[in-house]
Structure formats: C-alpha cells, structure tokens
C-alpha cells in the first residue's frame, strides 16, 4: 500500500513538471514567427507557432490594381503557407520536448497537428 503511494506522489510530481514544461514551451510558440507569401512576395503573411495571425502585408499595386479574386487567392495562399510552417515548428517543439522518447500516440497526434 505504501509503495503506491509512493508510485502516486511520483507520477502527480511527473505530472506538475510535465505541465510547467508546456506552460513555458506555450509562451516560446507564441514568440516563434513563420512567414508565408504568395505572388512572388506581394502578400506575406506572419504567424506564430500557435496559429496566431501577427501580421498581413500586401503590396499597395494589388490594391491599387483592384482584382480582389486575385488578392483573396493570394492572401489565402499566403496564409496556408505560413500556417503549414507555424505547425511544423509547433511540431518540432513537441518532438523537443518529449526529449526523444516514443511517446505512445505521439506520430498520430503530429500527424493531426500537421494535417491542421
């Protein structure tokens, strides 16, 4: 009866760690930027690790052009750029943190966070 306990005390320990550790990896994707562009650079996109939109810039002869079918295509394909590049750098921070260990469920879970 003891030794559980003693079990128990170690995995609720584990678990504390594990939660400070996805606290602080939380805030460094936040402050990690991924950019996209599309149209040779005439829309750029920048998120963060966690999806978060921070920026949006669109070159002012596309504005000034007035073809908004073509500025939404380029602002969508910009954007699943940056977005694409903002999950792989969430994922190599999962595979960072797991410090190289098989986590059980770890591929499948990437896998879904690649996929968005």
Do not use: W, Y
């Amino acid at each position: 009866m003891l030794g559980s306990l003693g079990n128990l005390a170690a995995l609720v320990k584990q678990a504390q760690q594990i939660g400070g550790r996805l606290d602080d990896l939380n805030q460094q994707l936040k402050s990690r930027r991924a950019t996209g562009s599309s149209g040779g650079g005439l829309v750029e996109i920048e998120v963060n690790a966690v999806g978060e939109m921070l920026a949006c810039k669109i070159d002012p002869t596309l504005i000034a052009e007035g073809d908004q079918e073509m500025l939404e295509d380029l602002i969508r394909g910009a954007a699943n750029q940056a977005l694409a590049k903002g999950r792989e750098l969430h994922a190599e921070a999962m595979r960072t943190l797991a410090g190289g260990l098989q986590l059980p469920g770890m591929d499948e879970a990437l896998k879904k966070l690649m996929s968005g």
